[in-house]
């Protein structure tokens, strides 16, 4: 697939995506959603690529869905249709890529774009990152999974008061409350998303992978199916040449080379 809406590059283990629209503040259309899906896929098969870093060209991240290009006012289009065919399985695509995906998050994130950011595992702020949740702005409720990582990130009572109030987050706020994993000055932010990624390229990224599908696991279950699924996987990665090379290394006390199988 050629990426109209987006740039891909790989650097060494590491995938970056740049968002590519940024008159429209890298808004969301069901082209952009296509087009990460695809990303995701890519990256699912090839070995060679070990983790992704996803940012936004210019000065916003993603505004969401491009307001320009549906105009949804007459009432005759299907809300529900347009999010199970984009922004569900996009965001379902990047949950269940078993590979890690750093989130730098280099402006406004709002309402999808909100979720987009979400939809990763860790994310690096710039000091001018901020998250709107612009749903209830224009009479909607969340989507693209904000109402279910918000509450989990932020806690219920807090998500409550962002979405109904449509409150404004800036990134010094969105990493007390645990939204951003950390800040940076602007000018320094991507080199440490991008340090962070290409660490995690480098890493047991097998162990790395499962570890994410462990913690979706973890969400929806018991405690006890929770540690009974940690002791399954365990033995997954407890076979790997990851676990071999990491144990002999530490016995020969050097630093282990991960191979990520
Ligand atoms: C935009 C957009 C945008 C187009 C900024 N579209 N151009 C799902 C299913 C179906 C329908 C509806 O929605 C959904 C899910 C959703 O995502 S709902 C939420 C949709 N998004 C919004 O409501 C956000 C609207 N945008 C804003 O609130 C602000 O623009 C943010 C907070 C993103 C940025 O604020 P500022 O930094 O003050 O920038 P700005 O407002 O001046 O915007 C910069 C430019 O980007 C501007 O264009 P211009 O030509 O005037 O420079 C905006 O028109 C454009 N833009 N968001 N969603």
Not at 33 to 43: H, P, S, Y
Not at 122 to 148: C, M
Not at 199 to 214: E, F, H, Q, V
Not at 216 to 243: C, P
Request: with cysteine; hydrophobic share 45%.
């Amino acid at each position: 697939m050629t990426y109209e809406t987006l740039l891909v590059e790989q650097i060494e283990g590491v995938v970056e995506v740049t968002l590519n629209r940024p008159e429209k503040y890298n808004a969301l259309t069901a082209q952009v959603a296509r087009e990460i899906m695809d990303v995701c896929k890519k990256v699912g098969r090839d070995a060679s690529m070990r983790a992704i870093l996803l940012t936004g060209a210019g000065r916003g991240f993603c505004a969401g869905q491009d307001l320009e290009e549906v105009d949804d006012r007459a009432g005759d289009h299907s809300f529900r249709s347009h999010l199970l065919k984009t922004y569900n399985p996009m965001a379902m695509a990047m949950r269940a890529l078993e590979k890690p995906i750093v989130v730098a998050v280099n402006g406004a994130a709002a309402g999808a774009g909100f979720g987009l950011a979400l939809a990763g595992d860790i994310r690096y702020a710039s000091e001018h990152a901020k998250f709107v949740p612009a749903f209830i702005g224009i009479g909607l409720v969340p989507d693209t999974g904000v109402s279910y990582w918000l509450p989990r990130l932020i806690g219920a009572g807090r998500a409550a008061e962002v979405l109904f109030s449509n409150e404004r987050i800036n990134a010094q706020q969105a990493a007390e409350m645990g939204l951003v994993n950390k800040v940076f000055p602007a000018d320094s932010f991507l080199d440490e998303a991008r340090s962070l990624a290409q660490k995690l390229a480098s890493g047991p990224t097998l162990g790395i992978g499962l570890t994410k599908r462990i913690l979706n696991h973890s969400l929806g279950v018991s405690f006890a199916e929770q540690i009974d699924y940690e002791a399954y996987l365990q033995d997954v990665t407890g076979h790997s040449a990851d676990y071999q090379e990491g144990v002999t290394a530490f016995l020969e006390k050097r630093a282990p080379e991960f191979k990520g199988m």
